[in-house]
Structure formats: structure tokens, C-alpha cells
């Protein structure tokens, strides 16, 4: 083959910068040697956390959206007796187009229950026959007075996005008990996703293997699991063992390429779900007795009864980490909340509460961690009262200073409440739990360092708990 002068050139130049270009990286370290690529390799196998955890999984319910504290968890005499009047301080509102001053107590009646007599609102009575078995957090905090910026300092850790979930983090650093079924599962709402959509079960830049693996809401819950009637059987056993030994010399030939085995473990894992994801979401043959404790009898309950009891399935089957999450800005009660709060209230709490139930009869409780909480909690003052002529319409703008959550089993204190607002509920004022310390807190839970549980990433150690003041929350473990 005869060759120009230009191409010649050409070829030589970019010979030559290559070469150039290699060793330079080689010299700086930022070369990868053939046995460090091969280090890098990534899994879903069981691994060893640093230390004994009490947690091996956890099934978060997420309500996104903000739900009013003031209105279910904490309980504030001072708004109560203001009701009606002019706040007395300062407010931090979201919303300044739609803000009044005009104070607005709790509008649903309190009661204390259980043995440790935690306030509860009369719009969850099922939360309240479980309240013996949670920590009530009354101090939550992020600061950032936005759905978008809190929702990703409660997932992610920062206010920003593109980096891993929590979900991410525990899945890469303990992999999972079962290779059939995803080691990561978000449970969508039929009503819609929630802000910012796929970034709440997003894997950031860890390798894609500990995404969230999305179940819809509706059957099929996962799409294309059975092989077209040509491959079923033993054709297909024999088709997916080529493409595997394929892709296996493929990869061997690219040592260190995470991406590409990442992929590849995620299409031998849909291979392996076709059986065991039928069984682990087919809640057919749970008993009547089981059904009906999650609400699936009723029309009104039935929906997030039955991603409640799909997680705890998914959980006994060895799933590490599920979400559920609730539709976008269900709770975002900016107006109507007189209407509107109670029917959200009913759509979650018998589902969620038997989730809890359910695990403890079941043994499972001691290890599983059990969250329920949104991004936010609610303001002690009215919003979009301007021509209104009564509080039908009338809602609570965002508050991010001071909100309530609670969480069970995988080593939390039954019957505890923790940290308290101001006199308003507007500020967390006692006990403050910081989203980096409710992290801190869950990995500790799970025997997992925070400072050790890092990704090597532009040659920087990248972890989840970032700031230097996180602590783990000790006054809330049992």
C-alpha cells in the first residue's frame, strides 16, 4: 500500500503524541498499570462491612414533597394559641408572592399513645399504634428552602446533583444477599415520579451496577422479563451461556474498563430475574390475614399497601436497599391542605405502618432500618390567604429549618423522641440532626465507616459523608 507524505505525517504525529501523552501520565501516576486496572472490579457479592452492623437492609419511604409536621408529629400549644393572630418573628419563606403572616395551628387534633406517649395526629392511627417500635426525629435540617437542593442533601449527601444515592453508597459497600434480584430497587408511584425523576435512585459516578434498578407501579411492574416463546428453555440457557463467554473475552481483553463489566453484570442479572422477580413481586400467595393488614383490601390503601409489602419480599429475598416513593409533590400542600393533607394521610399510613409490623412479627425488624420522611416540613403560618374568604383553600409554604421524620429497627430506639423546634415549629432548635449527620448516622448502622466507604474518582477519594462536623446521632440508637 503506497502511502502520501500527508499521511505519513499524519500517522507519525499522532504516533508520536501518543506516545508523548503516556508518558507523561506515567510519570505524574495517573497512568493505570496493567495489575491496578485489574484491581478495579466491581460486584454485587456479599462484602464485609468494617465493623459489625446491626443493619443489613433498609426499605425508605420517601414522601416527597414536605409533610406538615406542625400538623402530625409536633404538636406547638404557642400556635395554637396564636391561631388566627400575627407571627410574632421572622419567617423564612419559599414563597414571598404567596406569604402572609398570619399564624395557622395545628387544624387536626393530637393524642399521646403508645407506652412512651408520643403526640401523634389523629390523621394516622396506624402510625400510632406502632409508635412503641420508632424513633420520632422533631429536628431534622437541611437549609436549603427548596424541593430540588433538599431532596439531593437527603439523598446524596449534597445540594447538588450527580453523585450517588445513599442507596448507591450501601449497595457498593456490602453488595448484596441475593444475585437473582437487584441489589437496589426504587418503587415508583403510579401518580408520577418524584422531583428530579431518576436522580433519586441515581449511582452518580460509582459504576452503574449500584444504580437503583426501577419496579413500576403497575403490571408488568418490570417489562420484557419472559423470553419470546423461540428461546424459551434450554434454547435460551444455551444462547445467554455463548453471549456470557463472549462478553467475558471481551472484557478480558479490556482489563479495567468498570463501565463495561458493570453492563454486562446488569445483563446476566436480567437474565437471572426472570425467574426470581416473578416470585419476590407475585403477592398472591400471602395470606388474606397479611393482605388485609397492609390495606390491600381497600381501594383507597391498596396501591402503597402493596409496594410496602412488595419491599418487605424484595427484603427477606435479600434486597438491600428499596425506596418507595410517593407521587411528585404529593405533600407540597400549598393550598388546600385542609383537604388535601388528610387524603394523603390515608393513602400512606396503614401501608406503612404494617410494614413495620410485619418485619417484627416476622423477625426481620432488628435488621432492617425503616424510614418514612420527606425534604422538607411545612411553615406555622398561612400562604395564599390574599382574597381568600375562609382556610378551605389556604395552604403552608416549604420549611426546611426544622421538620419531623421517623425511622425503625436496625439498631434505632423504640419509643424515643428526639430533638425539638422552637415554640412555632419553624427552627430545629434542640438535637439538631443535619442531613450529613442522619447519614453518618445509617452507615454506622450499617458497620460501614464513612471515611473508609470511598470511591476512588479524578484520583480524589470521594465518600458520602463529606463535612467535617457529621457525627453519628448516638442519643437514637438502641
Known amino acids: 500500500m503506497l502511502h502520501t507524505r500527508r499521511s505519513i505525517l499524519n500517522r507519525s504525529a499522532y504516533g508520536i503524541g501518543g506516545i508523548a501523552l503516556a508518558t507523561l501520565l506515567q510519570e505524574q501516576g495517573l497512568l493505570a498499570t496493567s495489575e491496578q486496572a485489574a484491581a478495579q472490579h466491581f460486584d454485587l457479592k456479599p462484602k464485609q462491612p468494617h465493623r459489625f452492623g446491626q443493619a443489613k437492609a433498609m426499605i425508605s419511604m420517601f414522601m416527597q414533597g414536605g409533610p406538615s409536621h406542625m400538623d402530625l408529629f409536633d404538636p ?19 414563597d414571598a408572592a404567596g406569604a402572609s403572616r398570619e399564624v395557622m395551628g395545628p387544624q387536626w387534633k393530637f393524642g399521646k399513645h403508645g407506652q412512651c406517649g408520643m403526640d401523634v395526629s389523629t390523621l394516622l392511627p396506624h402510625f400510632s399504634r406502632i409508635v412503641d417500635d420508632v424513633t420520632l426525629i422533631r429536628s431534622m435540617h437541611t437549609g436549603v428552602n427548596n424541593h430540588g437542593q433538599s431532596i439531593y442533601a437527603l439523598m446524596n449527601g449534597q445540594v447538588t446533583g450527580g453523585r450517588p444515592t445513599l442507596g448507591s453508597w450501601v449497595t457498593y459497600g456490602l453488595g448484596a444477599e441475593n444475585q437473582d434480584l437487584p441489589a437496589y430497587v426504587a418503587l415508583t408511584d403510579p401518580r408520577g415520579v418524584p422531583v428530579l425523576g431518576v436522580d433519586n435512585w441515581s449511582n452518580g459516578w460509582l459504576p452503574s451496577l449500584y444504580q437503583g434498578t426501577v419496579i413500576r407501579p403497575k403490571e408488568p411492574r418490570i417489562p420484557n422479563l419472559d423470553a419470546p416463546l ?156 390574599a382574597g381568600a374568604k375562609d382556610r378551605k383553600t389556604v395552604g403552608r409554604d416549604h420549611n426546611t429549618y426544622g421538620f419531623s421524620m421517623w425511622v425503625a429497627g436496625g439498631g434505632f430506639k423504640g419509643g424515643h423522641m428526639h430533638g425539638e423546634t422552637d415554640e412555632f415549629g419553624h427552627h430545629a432548635v434542640k438535637d439538631v440532626v443535619n442531613h450529613y449527620d442522619y447519614h453518618a448516622t445509617l452507615l454506622h448502622l450499617f458497620g460501614l465507616d464513612p471515611k473508609k466507604l470511598s470511591y476512588k474518582r479524578n484520583g480524589t477519594d470521594q465518600v458520602l459523608v463529606e463535612n467535617p462536623q457529621a457525627r453519628v446521632v448516638s442519643e437514637i440508637l438502641a
Not at 76 to 94: A, N
Not at 322 to 349: E, K, M, R
Open 230 to 385: 423461540s428461546l424459551k428453555g434450554d434454547a435460551q440457557a444455551r444462547y445467554l451461556n455463548f453471549v456470557q463467554r463472549i462478553n467475558r473475552e471481551h472484557l478480558e481483553a479490556r482489563p479495567g474498563e468498570s463501565d463495561l463489566e458493570a453492563r454486562i453484570q446488569s445483563f446476566e442479572l436480567a437474565a437471572r430475574m426472570q425467574t426470581a422477580a416473578k416470585e419476590a413481586l407475585d403477592i398472591s400467595k400471602e395470606s388474606e390475614a397479611t393482605k388485609k393488614l397492609y390495606g390491600i383490601d381497600n381501594p383507597a390503601t391498596a396501591e402503597f399497601g402493596t409496594r410496602c409489602l412488595i419491599a418487605r419480599r424484595l427484603v427477606e429475598r435479600g434486597v438491600r436497599f428499596v425506596s418507595l416513593f410517593t407521587g411528585n409533590q404529593t405533600w407540597d400542600h400549598h393550598s388546600s391542605i385542609l383537604t388535601s393533607l388528610p387524603a394523603t394521610c390515608l393513602y400512606v399510613d396503614q401501608g406503612a405502618a404494617a410494614l413495620v409490623t410485619d418485619l417484627k412479627q416476622r423477625g426481620l425488624l432488628d435488621t432492617t432500618i425503616v424510614h418514612w420522611g420527606g425534604e422538607m416540613g411545612r411553615l406555622p403560618v398561612i400562604q395564599n390567604r
Open 76 to 94: 406547638k400549644p404557642e400556635l395554637m394559641r396564636l391561631d388566627g393572630k400575627e407571627f410574632p418573628g421572622e419567617v423564612k419563606y419559599d
